[in-house]
């Protein structure tokens, strides 16, 4: 009897802690939200923290406050597809926000794991001056993408989708593109435009596709460009930094002087490995607005 009254005070107590603790994520959650939508951006600076570590905190809230920030990034950063360009809208327009930048620090630094399993979709987001060296963006989904005056030094974008996607002026220095999608990109000087090329020196773009990229003026010095598929791409006063490039430029336009590649075509490089990203949580169905979607669905579980 001594025994059964103690195993069931343990259960007792076991159970207890539990609610509390629930109860403390509830009330950590609740708050993050309110905040998240004050009008003073050091508080939402805050409340993207406090929802990052409460991410950390609690494996199985971890991959619905993942895409509660991407989708927090997605509705302050995508531009109208509808507009006439969208890249110079971008390039005149204010630096990415800071509340924006926080959510992207956690969500490529932090929170990787639960990004790769939703995967990240970043298509048509306008990212201006924004500082992440080392941030992995692995199969990330930015077709149509804006990276204007940024620094993603030494970032991976293996098996990354970036189709249409405009790399202006931004360092990639030793940047990982390994098996990325990368066609109809622009890397380069446009024709009557003066926007600075793109920083790839170093980078590894092994077995991506740039197939019709433009890269006219864009620095190559030390890039692996190994199996990289440069079918139509524009290679006008490319710096290469040597006299050879292992790589497929069937169709490439402008090759640097001295320059020889193989002739050889090669297929698209399979895309694999990257999940495709949930729509919605059990329970909450798809909704127009995401975050708000997110928010009422969320907030009624919590409650």
Known sequence: MTTLTAMFALLISGLSLRVTEEGQLTNRFSTAIEQLGSEKPDTRVGAIYALGELALDSDEDRPVITDLLIDFVRAKTQMDGAQADPAKICREGDATPRDVVAALRLLLFD???????????????????????????????????????????????????????????????????????????YLGTAENTDVATADLRGANLRDADFSRASFAGVDLSGADLTRTVLTGADMRDVVIGGGSLPTYVDDARNLPQGVEGTLSRAPVPPHRGCPGRSASPPGCPKTETPVLGWLDCWLEKWS
């Open 111 to 185: 929170l990787t794991d639960a990004q790769r399993v939703h995967r990240a979709d970043l298509r048509q987001a306008c990212l201006k001056e924004v500082d992440l060296p080392g941030a992995d963006l692995t199969c990330v989904d930015m077709d149509g993408a804006v990276v204007y005056a940024s620094i993603f030094v030494g970032a991976s974008f293996a098996r990354a989708s970036l189709p249409d996607a405009q790399l202006e002026g931004s360092e990639f220095n030793e940047a990982d593109f390994t098996g990325a999608l990368v066609n109809d990109a």
